[in-house]
Every structure is written in C-alpha cells, then in structure tokens.
C-alpha cells in the first residue's frame, strides 16, 4: 500500500555531493587521512534523493551503508575525488562536504618504507587540488549552485568567512570540529549558514542550535529548495 506521496521539490535536479575523508598514499601499506566519518554528507545526499533529486555522492573511505537511490562513486585520494567530480558534472547543485586531504607525499613509496640506520624517512608534502575551489571557478560547467563546509577549531567564523570570500562558492556552512563538540565522527554538528547579502555582497552568517546532522541535512535541502 502506498501512502500518500512526499513532495518532490527537487525533481528534474542533478545534486552532487562530496563525503568523508581522503587517503593519501605514503607506500602500498600507509597512508595519510583523517576523522571524517562521511555521515553529513550521506545524510545530505539522502535528504536530497527523499526530495526527488538525482544525486551522485562521491565519498572518500568511510563506514557507511550507500544511501538508497543514490549514484555512489567510491574513491580514496584528493585527486581520484577531484576526477569523479568532474566526470559526475554537469549538475545543479554541487555540495562539498568532504574533509579532503590537504597533502599528500611528493614521491609514494613503491615498497613499504624500511627502517634503517640512517634514521627517519624525509616526507615531502605537496598540496592537494583543492576541489570546491575548481569546481567554483569553472566557467561552463560551473554548477549554478556550488555549497562548501568550512572545518575549523578555532576562530570558527572569522575563518569560514575568510575562506568563503576565498573560495568563490555561492554558500558556506561552517563547523566547528574541534575535539570537545565530537563532530567529527558523531552523529551532531552544530553549524552556521554563510551566505551573501544581494546588497553589496556582505557575508552574513546565520547559526543553527546544535541538531543532528540528518537535521542539519534537512535544513540545507529546505533553504536549498
Ligand atoms: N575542499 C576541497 N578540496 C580540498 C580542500 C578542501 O574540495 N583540497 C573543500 C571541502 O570539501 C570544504 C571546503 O573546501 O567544502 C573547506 O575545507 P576546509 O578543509 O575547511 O578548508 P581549506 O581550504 O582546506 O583550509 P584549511 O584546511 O587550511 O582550514
Ligand atoms: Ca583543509
């Protein structure tokens, strides 16, 4: 028996989301990563699906069952996440949720790493792409809709705004992920909506009491509805 059918405001729209964390190869047996679970950015993508959108969610490693109707592409380093964002574009809404990995090691070991007498092995970090600013600045392909999630533990707004004037995406949700709040990992967050003014484009924050992340995910999907 069907009941009565939910409303599908996001019918005929193309969603993409980034989740979890991003591993970044030292030698076949290490890696660097870090505390993301994914679950804000499952939990969005399965608001988005309830709501009728087509969603791709493009997650790093992580702990979680795929979400039901949802196009899942698996991937593990920053530049593997770059590339499935890419091939998943065109979309309406692009929603970056993930903790990508900032660096990587210059040169991956082909063999694992040995201890030796000369003492402990130099690791050089590179940057890693940085794909919500990539993603922001395409010209063609630009999603007309581009969301970042500001990670911060410390000056959480002055940061988020600093890197929202820096990114070019159109909103920014900042976190505070500091260890006493067990965002990263737990099933809450406590989160502040940036978005531009029309008039002069001033940032203007509005902030959330604490909910949990499917909450937070069912607040994005209305402002974003
Ligand atoms: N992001 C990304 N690619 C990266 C780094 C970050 O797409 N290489 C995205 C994240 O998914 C998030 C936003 O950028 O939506 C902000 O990530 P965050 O780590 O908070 O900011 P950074 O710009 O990396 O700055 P920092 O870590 O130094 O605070
Ligand atoms: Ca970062």
Redesign the pocket.
Known sequence: ILGPARPQPLEGKRVLV?AGPTREPIDPVRYIANRSSGKQGFAIAAAAQAAGAEVTLISGPVDLDDPAGVTVAHVES?REMLAAVEAALPADIAI???????WRVAHEGAQKLKKTAAGMPPLQLVE??????TISKLRDTRPPLVI?????TEHLID?ARA?FA??GCDWMVANDVSPGTGVMGGDRNTVHLLTRDGVGDEIKAESFPVMTKEDVAAMLIERIV
Request: hydrophobic share 50%; charged share 25%.
């Open positions: 980034t920053a970056f949720t993930a903790a990508v990995a900032d890693n792409p940085d794909i919500l600013a970042g999630f500001a990670a911060e940061n890197k820096r990114k």
